[in-house]
C-alpha cells in the first residue's frame, strides 16, 4: 500500500502553470491585454488553482479578480508592471481578491496611474483589495499611484504583506493611507505586514481600524516597515494609526520619518477602544517642531486596557509623547533625549487611574 501511494506521488500530474502570454497577452504598454490575463488566472482557478507567469513587459489593462489557489507571479519590480487603462469607467481597484483562498501576488509592480482614471469609486481606485479571503500573500509588489489605498484589507484572514513598496496613495483621488486594514462592519484577521516601505500617502501610511456595530480588526502585526513623508493632516491621523475596534495590534521595530513640510505630523496614533495594543522599539524621526512623535487617546472616557508604549525612540525638534484626557496607558522606557523641545511627555488632565509611566530618559 505504502509503495502504491509512492508511486502515485511520483507520478501525479505537475500543478497548473501557465503564462498570461499562452493566452494572448502582448505586455508591449499599449494593447488591451485584461482579457488575455483573466483567462489565464480564470483557467488555473478552473484547474484548482496553480502559476500564472507575467513575464516581464507591461500589462494594460482593467481591474483583475483572482481565482482561488492562483499565484500571479511576474519578472521582478519594475520588470513586469500590471498598469490600469485610462478609461472614463468606475474602477474599485486593479486587483481584487474576494471571497478566495489561498491566492498570491508576488514579484512585480502594480500601478494604478489614478491620474488617468476619470471616474473613481468612493474610496478611489485602490491597487489591492482583499475582502472575505483567507491565506493571502502580497510579496515583493510595488504599488504606484493608486487613487484610494494603495493595499486595503477590507475583510478575511491570514493575509501577509512582505518585503513590498507603496508610494503615491491617494494621488488624483481621496486622501487615502498606503496601507488600510479593517472596514466598517467587517471582520479582520490575522494579518502581518513587513520589511515594507511606505512612502508619500497622501493620508496615513499604514491605517489599521474596525467601525459599525459588528466591526473587528485582531491579531494584526505591523513590523520593521519604513514610513517616509505621509501626509497626517492637523493631527487627526498618524503615520501609523490603530483606532475603533482593534485589538490585539502589535507595532513594532518600525522606523517613521514625518515629512518637514506637513507640520501637524503625529509618528504613531493610537486611539483604542477596547484592549490589546502594543507599540514598541519604534523609531521616530520629527523635522519640524509641530510635529508630535506619539498621540494616546482613548475614545471610551477611559474603559479601554492593555495600551503601551515602550522602548520608543524620539528624535528632533518635535513634542514627544501625548496622553490624551481620561486616557489608561503605560508609557515606559521610551527614549526621549533626543528631542530638541520642551514638551517631551504631556499628560492632559484629567489623568485616568491606569495611567502608568516608568523609566523614560528625558522626562
Sequence with gaps: MKRLLLALLLFAAPAHAASVKDFGAVGDGVTNDTAAVQEAIDEAGRAGGGRVSMPSGVYLVDPLALRTGVALVGDGVGATVIRMRPSAAQHNDLINAIAVERVSIRMMTVDVDATNQITQ???????IQIGASG???IDSVEVLRSGGAGIKVSSGTDVKVVNCSVSFAGVGGLPSPGIEIGASDAVV??????????????????SVRAGGSRGSTRGVVIASNVLTDNNQINYTTGAIHVSLQSENIAVTGNVIRLDPTKTSSVGLYLQPMVAGIMATGN????????HIGII???????????VMASSNVLRGPGRGILVAPSTPVSLVGN???AIANDTRVFLMSPTAPGLYVN???GF
Design 121 to 127: 469609486s468612493s474610496e478611489g481606485t485602490r491597487g
Design 135 to 137: 491565506g493571502v500573500l
Design 189 to 206: 484577521r490575522d494579518v502581518l505586514v513587513t520589511s515594507t516601505r511606505i512612502a508619500y500617502s497622501t493620508q496615513n501610511g499604514i
Design 283 to 290: 523609531i521616530i524621526e520629527m523635522s519640524a517642531p509641530g
Design 296 to 306: 494616546v487617546q482613548d475614545l471610551v472616557g477611559g474603559a479601554s486596557r492593555g
Design 335 to 337: 527614549d526621549l533625549t
Design 359 to 361: 523609566g523614560n530618559p
